[in-house]
């Protein structure tokens, strides 16, 4: 997967500045256990953060309650530490207050998608113009194993001894449902793709969602191995790039068609089909955008890896911001001791 971001450049509306990564490192421990996926997420931020031009001070991280919530403390920005659930709502506030500062948010799956569910599809809906990292290892790791939104069926945890019986959120799925304009998914073990990711969430205007397969080397270790490890990922994973044909394959010898609206693997071994009869990705389409998401938990096709949609569409801040000011053109610049007070009010000598 490295070898197809080599040639793959973001390209950035802002100049670098002074910066480097160590200027986003902090001088504690990062207390997340030995070969976390956390570790690369945090490495990859840090390294892009300097490329993005922007201040410091003007940069804020966000999270809740979980392992990936200890992000704030880790990197060299402002941070905000809140409560379970509520990193989206937080942030949320924050920028339609401070539209001036890039918004971050670091969480996990059980963190974003089970109490923090509501937030989230209220956020994407909204178009935010927040960046969501979702550290997603399938189970609740902070807590010691209990299983979460996106375990999967059968998957043994400590509450669910004999497997789990509940069907997984797609996260990705959801974020499309729910209006996010930036959807995209990557993994731990390929830092490149990772900068990418994050470079193309930063450039974006609206709300990014980028979910990030993070192994948790304690209580659910390999969950992601099919899909990341060299000897497996070839065959098991496409890769989503804009105006390129969905191939894939150790030897790229394989593709996918549609059949109607059903993603399909075709061979081009036997000369039936070429790479000329390949969906070709359009990160602009959304119908295309669900049909790839959808295929995320199909064991007859790969699992897709990169951006499915990044569309434009105006954020919440700026249609909030554009309301005051036609508003305020209209009726004046008002008072807030008359809004206080109300219409109804009297005096007592």
């Known amino acids: 997967m490295t070898t197809m971001l080599q040639d793959i450049v973001v390209k950035r509306n802002v100049p670098t ?3 480097t990564p160590k200027d986003f490192k902090v001088d504690i421990d990062v207390r997340w256990c030995a070969g976390c996926g956390g570790y690369s997420i945090l490495s990859q ?30 990197i060299n920005v402002y941070g905000f530490h ?14 339609i207050a401070r539209p001036d500062l890039s918004v971050w948010i670091a969480t996990g799956d059980g963190d974003c998608m089970s109490i923090g569910g509501n937030h989230f599809i209220h956020a994407c809906r909204r178009n935010v113009d927040i960046n969501v990292l979702m550290f997603n290892n399938e189970v609740y790791s902070l807590t010691k194993g209990q299983y979460s939104p996106t ?54 205007k609206g709300i990014s969602f980028v979910e990030i397969y993070a192994n948790c080397v304690i209580f659910n270790d390999g969950a992601f191995d099919k ?32 059949d109607g609206f059903t993603p399909v693997v075709v061979s081009f ?14 990160e602009k389409d959304s119908i295309l955008a669900f049909i790839l998401a959808n295929m995320t938990y199909n064991p007859e096709v790969p699992r897709p890896i ?13 249609k909030v911001e554009n309301q005051i000011e036609e508003v305020t053109k209209k009726l004046g610049e008002g008072d807030i001791n008359k809004l206080m007070r109300g219409e109804d009010f009297w005096t007592i000598d």
Not at 269 to 282: A, F, L, W
């Open 82 to 95: 809140s409560i379970h659930g509520r990193a989206l709502a937080v942030a949320s506030g924050l920028k």
């Open 306 to 318: 990169g951006v499915f949609q990044s569309i434009d569409k105006p954020s919440y801040e700026e």
């Open 227 to 258: 899909y990341t490890e060299k000897e497996y990922r070839d065959d098991t994973t496409v890769w989503l790039e804009d105006g390129k044909p969905l191939i894939f394959g150790k030897n790229r010898d394989k593709g996918i068609i549609l």
């Open 17 to 19: 500045n002074q910066y």
């Open 45 to 74: 931020v840090q390294r892009i953060m300097p490329e993005l031009g922007i201040p410091r001070e003007k940069i804020v991280f966000v999270s809740g309650i979980g392992c990936s919530s200890r992000f704030p403390y880790y």
């Open 151 to 204: 375990s999967q069926p059968g998957q043994k945890t400590k509450t669910s001894p004999f497997g789990v019986v509940d069907d997984p959120f797609n996260p990705a799925s959801l974020a499309l449902g729910s209006g996010a304009t930036f959807v995209a998914r990557g993994y731990d073990r390929d830092p490149k793709m990772l900068q990418y990711l994050f470079e193309r969430a930063a450039a974006h």
């Open 269 to 282: 071994e036997d000369g039936k089909y070429s790479p000329n009869d390949v969906i070709v990705h359009n």
